[in-house]
């Protein structure tokens, strides 16, 4: 067989396929060809070397934030993500339908990175620091939303809102839940909710609207309508959302992470369906740096490499309806993989607040593959 690319020697790791072995991966015309021991490479056009790194299927980043030159949070995606290792992202609401057919034009379709997205019910989606998308209730066009996504359902995957209390006109209260409620259920897609702060007593109210399939981002954050009551165990209304599969998705960002949320809820069983990294312009440079950071966080808490892989790849590619396509290195799958190395020694890993933890392991992106072609960012 001729092949485009090989991948020689890696330890590869597809926890959507429970595998973990040493092994060669192939790729011809931007799929995955072959996986095996000592894969021919006579006829290669491209071997890489991968011996003491990880191959892992492309990450998946299922909150990101890349409409790159509108608004306030738009970073560029290709050095950010794919240059780290995030084959695929899901940008979680950057857009709204005034402008979400510029996003896909100039950001989506021109970027080598794989974008998805999550419609804004706020028509202007995140455009400025200074002015709450919502703090209009006008802009919570229910019948726009609804027919942005109807003209674009190959990208787009479900709707958005975020109902801190500051972003929202005070007299609408959790009426944007609502309003984003019955435009999911409109169109048949998910709503992921980021219920920091909301204009509620707790985020009991907030779960209570959301249903299985639906996506609570977020949720380590330490601020109001919290996972945790205030005794620190975790609220009854999460149990119930965890058992109907309303999906707990990691969202670290700038603002949503908090070491002990985060352990305390771990320790009693409230597991992300998906490891996110909320990356945006204002924590490329920390505390969040990439997706592969936001793991190894994961790593240092406990959790075994590979669990953490599948939430970074097979969980979000499911999710998106993809999972023979994305998040994997089957035969056939789409060709996109990274090589990672993972480190060992001490290094420091932050929260929101600043709090320190000393980790003895992180995952270094080396290398990204695409659809079968090695990746390199001209800048």
Same mark, same amino acid.
């Given at each position: 067989?001729?092949?485009?690319? /090989?991948?020689?020697?890696?330890?590869? !790791?597809?926890?959507?396929?429970? !595998?973990?072995? =040493?092994?060669?991966?192939?790729?011809?015309?931007?799929?995955?060809?072959?996986?095996?021991?000592?894969?021919?490479t006579a006829d290669?056009?491209?071997v890489i070397d991968c011996t003491g790194y990880l191959v892992i299927p492309g990450l998946i980043d299922f909150h990101v934030h890349v409409f790159w030159g509108c608004g306030h949070y738009g970073m560029e995606p290709d050095p950010h993500c794919i240059a780290r290792g995030a084959t695929t992202v899901v940008d979680a609401g950057s857009a709204g339908a005034d402008n979400f057919e510029g996003f896909r034009k100039y950001v989506m379709d021109a970027s080598t990175t794989r974008i998805f997205?999550?419609?804004?019910?706020?028509?202007?989606?995140?455009?400025?620091?200074?002015i709450g998308e919502l703090e209009n209730i006008r802009y919570a066009n229910v019948a726009r939303c609804?027919?942005?996504?109807?003209?674009?359902?190959?990208?787009?995957?479900?709707?958005k809102v975020r109902l801190t209390n500051k972003l929202i006109q005070p007299s609408a209260g959790v009426q944007p839940l609502f309003l984003a409620r019955e435009a999911a259920d409109a169109v048949g897609l998910p709503l992921m909710v980021h219920p920091n702060n909301a204009w509620c007593e707790s985020i009991d109210e907030?779960?209570?609207v959301m249903r299985t399939g639906d996506i609570l981002t977020h949720c380590f954050h330490g601020g109001g309508c919290g996972v945790l009551d205030e005794k620190g165990c975790i609220r009854k209304s999460v149990r119930d959302a965890m058992e109907r599969d309303v999906l707990f998705d990691v969202g670290h960002g700038q603002k949503s992470f908090k070491w002990e949320v =985060?352990?305390?809820?771990?320790?009693?069983?409230?597991?992300?369906?998906?490891?996110?990294?909320?990356?945006?312009?204002?924590?490329?440079?920390?505390? /969040?740096?990439?997706?592969?950071?936001?793991?190894?966080?994961?790593?240092?808490?406990?959790?075994?490499?590979?669990?953490?892989?599948?939430?970074?790849?097979?969980?979000?590619?499911r999710l998106l309806g993809m999972a023979d396509e994305i998040g994997t290195l089957k035969t056939g799958a789409c060709g996109d993989a990274v090589l990672m190395k993972m480190e060992?020694?001490?290094?420091?890993?932050?929260?929101?607040?600043?709090?320190?933890? /000393?980790?003895?392991?992180?995952?270094?992106?080396?290398?990204?593959?695409k659809d079968g072609k090695e990746f390199q960012y001209p800048g």
């Open positions: 067989m001729l092949y485009d690319l /090989v991948l020689k020697g890696g330890t590869l !790791i597809d926890p959507a396929r429970e !595998i973990h072995a =040493v092994k060669d991966l192939a790729f011809t015309e931007g799929r995955v060809s072959d996986i095996g021991h000592d894969l021919s290669a056009d491209q997205a999550f419609l804004h019910l706020s028509s202007q989606g995140l455009l400025t620091p200074d609804v027919d942005m996504i109807e003209k674009h359902r190959d990208r787009l995957f479900g709707v907030i779960l209570t =985060v352990e305390t809820a771990l320790e009693q069983g409230l597991i992300p369906y998906t490891i996110s990294s909320d990356l945006h312009r204002h924590n490329i440079d920390g505390p /969040v740096y990439d997706l592969a950071t936001t793991i190894s966080k994961f790593l240092y808490l406990g959790m075994s490499l590979d669990d953490a892989v599948s939430r970074s790849t097979a969980h979000p590619a060992t020694g001490s290094f420091e890993f932050f929260d929101a607040d600043g709090t320190c933890r /000393v980790g003895r392991q992180r995952l270094i992106p080396a290398k990204a593959v």
